[in-house]
């Protein structure tokens, strides 16, 4: 708002000043230049070279422009069937099978077998990692089935042989428990880094399933495992559905 005044000075001439009023509400005019308060907050080169550092270029701008501010993340919404997974938002984890758990299995074989129960839910497992007891016990119940040809089938030979030859010397054996106890006898004299060498079974790197020959889906479920076998698995990793006259479905995974 603003008004008129007149002043009558000497000489009978009139001169008019304008007074200005300021509103109330526009508060105090700003005077051009730096504040004190912005100088005293003014950083040097070196302050922003550790704030480059330690922050962020863009932490660093975002500050000298005003607008740096603490930003909370949004929890990464869950995976959805055309949403796969990501980083963010970690997928389901794998399923896993109390008869499997007990099979005492390394990694990569596990994983197989896993997955091979997963697909073919029909399928049951024999066995898995063995000690040398349990291992002497299963060879002699297929030597009591095929007493000359399911050594053979053994890649250590020179182990295998030394068991064909107790076979041999004890013909009287023809029961399992006799037959185990006389392959253990010679398991015995082994050390330890040999006897690894005789089955996969004993480090855990195999295990059997129950063959099912006449499952509509025997083919598919052999063919996937070694498939499976060979993928996962370091060089000699395979299915095997024979051992000499024997159907055994032995499934071998190394590490």
Do not use: C
């Amino acid at each position: 708002m603003s008004r008129i005044e007149p002043i009558i000075k000497e000489g009978g001439s009139v001169m008019h000043l304008k007074d200005e009023q300021r509103s109330l509400d526009q508060g105090p005019v700003r005077r051009a230049g730096p504040h004190p308060e912005t100088e005293r907050a003014r950083l040097d080169a070196s302050q922003l070279r550790f704030l480059q550092r330690t922050v962020g270029n863009a932490s660093v701008t975002a500050l000298l422009e005003g607008r740096l501010g603490v930003q909370r993340e949004a929890p990464a919404p869950p995976a959805t069937a055309d949403k796969p997974a990501t980083a963010d938002a970690p997928a389901t984890a794998e399923k896993t099978y109390p008869e499997i758990d007990a099979l005492d299995l390394q990694p990569k074989a596990k994983k197989v077998a896993t997955a091979l129960k997963t697909k073919y839910s029909q399928i049951t497992f024999n066995s898995g990692k063995r000690d040398a007891a349990a291992q002497a016990s299963a060879m002699a119940a297929n030597v009591v089935q095929d007493r000359t040809g399911y050594l053979g089938t053994y890649k250590a030979t020179d182990l295998a042989k030394q068991l064909q030859d107790w076979v041999d010397k004890n013909p009287k054996a023809t029961d399992q428990a006799s037959i185990a106890a006389g392959l253990k006898s010679v398991m015995d004299t082994w050390a330890n880094k040999d006897l690894l060498r005789l089955s996969k079974h004993l480090t855990g790197e195999a295990f059997d399933m129950q063959p099912i020959e006449s499952d509509k889906q025997a083919a598919d479920i052999k063919k996937d495992a070694a498939e499976m076998a060979k993928k996962e698995g370091s060089s000699g990793s395979d299915f095997l559905e024979k051992e000499g006259n024997l159907t055994r479905w032995h499934v071998q995974v190394f590490e």
